[in-house]
Every structure is written in C-alpha cells, then in structure tokens.
C-alpha cells in the first residue's frame, strides 16, 4: 500500500522517533541509534560495527547503496522494501502522479561505543 506524505509522516512521528521540520524547508529524522544485536536483521553479513565500518570503507557502491537501502527499509519500510516518493493528499486527489516529495539517505556515524552506529541526517522533502 502506498502511503501519503502525510499518513508517511503521521506513521513516523512517535515520542520516540519522528521528523522535524515543516512543508517549506523540508522535514529531518531524529538520529537512529543502530543497536549491534540489531545488525543481523538489518545487514547481510554484517554482526559487528567493525563489520560495517569495513563494508562501508570498501568503496564497492553496490555494497554502500545496499547498507544504506538496508538501514532505510529497517526504519521506514514493511517486507524489506521502503517507499522513496510520496505524492500529498492534494496530489492524489487531483490525480496529478507527481510524487513530488522524497525520502532520502542519511549517513552512518561511529563513536568510542563498540555496540551500535547511529543513522542520521534523513531527509524528507519536496523537490
């Protein structure tokens, strides 16, 4: 089922978790803490932040974009898939098929903690 900004929005602000930002600059996902014991059920093959500090240093962009799909699906998607393009409500109702708002990647960050990556910088936002 294809959601709406609006319901995408609605389904991913919680207390714990949400987006920030308004219509006008575009909206920003709070960073995700990436427990290590979360790891397998978000990456092939990778257990370990060092695991995944390795994968990500490859430079194989087919890896990369596989990792940050991944992490994307685990936060935002069902059945391991993630919508990337949403159309407003108004859009839908006019029946327009302009998908004018889009999710895009954050990035990966690493502390002195050995037990978890934090996702940020997700953005959500009209082009």
Do not use: C
């Not at 207390?15 to 575009?26: C, I, L, N, Q, V």
């Not at 920003?28 to 060092?50: C, K, Q």
């Not at 430079?59 to 159309?87: K, R, T």
């Amino acid at each position: 089922m294809e959601l709406t900004k609006e319901q995408f929005l609605a389904k991913h602000n919680s207390e714990y978790a949400s987006f920030d930002g308004d219509d006008e600059a575009g909206y920003e996902y709070m960073t995700a803490r990436l427990d290590v014991g979360e790891f397998p059920s978000i990456f092939d093959g990778v257990e370990t932040v060092a695991d995944l500090q390795v994968l990500l240093e490859s430079e194989d962009e087919d890896a990369m974009s596989e990792a940050h799909n991944s992490v994307m699906s685990y936060l935002f998607g069902e059945d391991g898939e993630y919508q990337g393009s949403f159309q407003s409500e108004a859009e839908v109702a006019s029946d327009s098929g302009q998908y004018d708002w889009l999710l895009d990647w954050g990035s990966f960050e690493f502390d002195d903690e050995e037990d978890s990556a934090a996702y940020t910088g997700v953005r959500f936002y009209r082009q």
